[in-house]
Nanobody
Framework: QVQLVESGGGLVQPGESLRLSCAAS????????TYWYRQVPGKERELVAS????????NYADSVKGRFTISRDNAKNTVYLQMNSLKPEDTAVYYC?????????WGQGTQVTVSS
């Protein structure tokens, strides 16, 4: 079955960096676009970044443009989110996701906390 497993979250200070990873299995990873979302309690899940299957096109939320970079390694079935210059407002649970036909799949999420 489809599995997405995030890792790499943690507690960092403002201005620091983190790299999230999402290991995919159970489906032909290389032919599907991948997405990173985030969610804070009481708010809707927000799309942070997306990348097409071949990695030729990326999109970012305005709030993270210039600071976050999504990338993927199709040989490793893994998608990454490099987060630089982190701000307290980036604090959230981060989820990776993919859309296969009409069904969206989610990982379990990884907590990112940015605090001094």
């Amino acid at each position: 079955q489809v599995q997405l497993v995030e890792s790499g979250g943690g507690l960092v200070q403002p201005g620091e960096s983190l790299r999230l990873s999402c290991a995919a299995s159970g489906f032909p990873f290389s032919i599907y676009a991948t997405y990173w979302y985030r969610q804070v309690p009481g708010k809707e899940r927000e799309l942070v970044a997306s990348m097409t299957s071949a990695g030729g096109s990326t999109n970012y939320a305005d709030s993270v443009k210039g600071r976050f970079t999504i990338s993927r390694d199709n040989a490793k079935n893994t998608v990454y989110l490099q987060m630089n210059s982190l701000k307290p407002e980036d604090t959230a649970v981060y989820y990776c996701s993919t859309l296969i036909l009409v069904k969206r799949y989610w990982g379990q999420g990884t907590q990112v906390t940015v605090s001094s």
